[in-house]
């Protein structure tokens, strides 16, 4: 089949077939159409053949199957589109690097049977095919009798915090749990907060040492909570094992499934089938899972099967950590050159680290073609570059190609509270491209402080930024292509009511979601998790050959550095 076939979902986008258009019958077509128009982070569909089903839809790790419709619109994303199948596993990598979706069509109809197959299944999938915890495999659920639950303590809650993600930077991470923290030390319902694995809190936390009902964790601590609590999900900096010593009950908080879904920010395949095989095991074994999206609860549902929806609570973040007077209305002391080079100057803000989901190299080329548009700005990319999964080489070629005198590039790396605010503050427009997240902080942070955004309307960006019956209408764009972005960067710096409109978008959205709110559901979600059983620990490792895998990251650099968190839980006993 030639790379020119294609057709259109009900709602426009247009997808490219690779093999046989015999098996797009009518009424798959329209499946296949709706499935697409359901997220613009869904990158690829196949039709494969399984003799245990009808129909079912499966998201999978890589396209396979007889068939595999490739969506045209993330071409720049993906550095274009394959035109024939041996070109499908590359371009497949390509687009899960950006945290994209590739979706099966499961069915035992005859003529997908007799097509044979066009793409073999990708090994992770093979698999997870024969794991008990994934999507793959269909299983009866744990045997065992639960335990009696507990009672709350009195007069009132005992949380514990595990806080070894409080690292020398603070990203989205790093503001969930002090924001969190604080919001409930105020809470009525709770007595005590202890924050285990840290001997002290980098800078941008040490303002919760004085919440008078909050300490740090010590080997002399004695009492076990009766909550212990992982504001970012557990992997191998935290042993689930032994978290059942500093808490009675165990919650963890997703906040995506991006490393689960990306290939490329493990060290090898093996690493990545152990992290995922991991993450799922972890959400079997604890009391209660919060995510900070709605999107995230249902992507992790689908993973993991077997996990009981009602221990699974989405609770979206706060969204009042910061004021306008947060931007002092001089520049830090850390851009004071920059800041003068940007004197009666528009620019663009790209704020975050390079990870390839954050498409960094995207909004440069967005930002060229506002140039190429007659739009004078300069852009500022402020964030680390990352190890590995950067895109820096591509914001490298395409900045070392750069020309145009309408505009100027300024890098920089990480940048503190301070410069973070005055950059949000003073920026003409933010470019937020990111193709995977589980809720995004940044338009939010940088309408409170007055700066539109533009980002794809997906998923968990979508879901909190839903208007309200009523509101001005705002167009955002709808998928990845650079002149969808250009357009609307255009329309932000040029027109004020669609600059308000945006603004209004997103301020409404933060009126609704404060960090008081978040805590209020949290404690709800902590007591309703004390009146349950615990749930059996049993999962969490199955079989020599996964524990062997697991004592692996288990023996790295970042599990060894947490040894002062596993010191103190052997302190931190008492009986459920």
């Not at 993973?303 to 699974?312: A, I, K, Q, Y």
């Not at 939010?444 to 960006?461: D, H």
Request: hydrophobic share 45%; proline share 6%; glycine share 6%.
């Amino acid at each position: 089949m030639s790379a020119s076939e294609h057709f259109r979902t009900p709602k426009g986008r247009r997808l490219r077939v690779i093999g046989d258009p015999a098996l797009l019958t009518m009424d798959r077509l329209e499946v296949l159409g709706r499935r697409a128009d359901e997220d613009p982070r869904i990158a690829s569909l196949s039709i494969v053949a399984d003799p245990t089903t009808s129909g079912t839809w499966l998201r999978a790790t890589a396209p396979a199957g007889c068939l595999v419709a490739i969506a045209e619109d993330v071409a720049a994303l993906t550095a274009g589109l394959p035109e024939e199948s041996a070109a499908l596993g590359d371009w497949a990598r390509r687009a899960s690097d950006h945290g994209l979706w590739h979706d099966w069509w499961c069915t035992r109809n005859a003529d997908v049977d007799r097509a044979g197959v066009l793409l073999p299944v990708a090994s992770m999938d093979l698999l997870e095919a024969t794991d008990p915890s994934s999507a793959r495999y269909d299983s009866a659920a744990v045997q065992g009798q639960p335990t009696k639950p507990a009672k709350p303590s009195q007069p009132g809650l005992r949380i514990a915090v595990d806080a070894t993600w409080l690292g020398p930077y603070q990203t989205g991470a790093q503001v969930l749990t002090t924001a969190a923290v604080t919001a409930l030390a105020q809470h009525p319902a709770v007595s005590s907060i202890r924050l285990a694995g840290l001997t002290e809190l980098p800078d941008y936390a040490k303002h919760l040492l004085d919440l008078p009902n909050l300490q740090l964790a010590t080997d002399e601590d004695q009492e076990q909570a009766d909550i212990i609590w992982f504001p970012n999900q557990i992997d191998a900096r935290s042993n689930i094992g032994q978290a059942r010593e500093l808490g009675r009950r165990v919650v963890t908080t997703y906040l995506d499934l991006i490393a689960y879904d990306i290939p490329r920010y493990h060290a090898s395949p093996e690493a990545w089938g152990v992290y995922r095989a991991l993450q799922r095991r972890i959400a079997l074994s604890v009391d209660g899972i919060t995510t900070i999206s709605a999107d995230v609860a249902t992507r992790l549902l689908e993973e993991v099967p077997r996990l009981d929806p009602e221990r699974v609570r989405p609770i979206p973040l706060g969204l009042d950590h910061i004021t306008a007077q947060s931007a002092s209305p001089t520049p830090p002391p850390a851009i004071t050159d920059l800041a003068a080079q940007l004197r009666s100057r528009r620019f663009l803000l790209v704020l975050g680290n390079d990870f390839a989901h954050k498409n960094r190299d995207f909004a440069i080329a967005v930002w060229q073609e506002v140039l190429r548009r007659e739009v004078s700005c300069d852009l500022v990319l402020a964030g680390l570059h990352v190890r590995s999964s950067s895109s820096a080489a591509q914001e490298s070629e395409l900045l070392r190609t750069h020309v145009d005198l309408r505009g100027r590039v300024h890098t920089l790396g990480h940048v503190d509270e301070a410069t973070r605010a005055w950059l949000l503050a003073n920026s003409s427009a933010v470019l937020y491209p990111s193709s995977a997240e589980g809720f995004g902080l940044v338009p939010y942070e940088a309408a409170i402080l007055g700066t539109p955004t533009t980002f794809t309307s997906f998923g968990p960006l979508r879901e909190i930024a839903q208007p309200e019956p009523g509101s001005t209408s705002t167009h955002l764009p709808t998928h990845w292509t650079v002149d969808e972005f250009a357009a609307d960067v255009v329309a932000l710096l040029n027109d004020a009511t669609t600059e308000h409109a945006r603004l209004e978008l997103l301020q409404q959205a933060i009126s609704r979601h404060t960090w008081a709110n978040f805590a209020a559901e949290l404690v709800e979600m902590f007591t309703l998790t004390l009146q349950r059983p615990p749930v059996l620990t049993s999962a969490v490792v199955s079989g020599a050959a996964e524990a062997a895998a697991l004592a692996s990251i288990m023996n790295s650099r970042t599990w060894r550095a947490t040894e002062p968190l596993r010191r103190a839980a052997k302190k931190l006993r008492r009986d459920a």
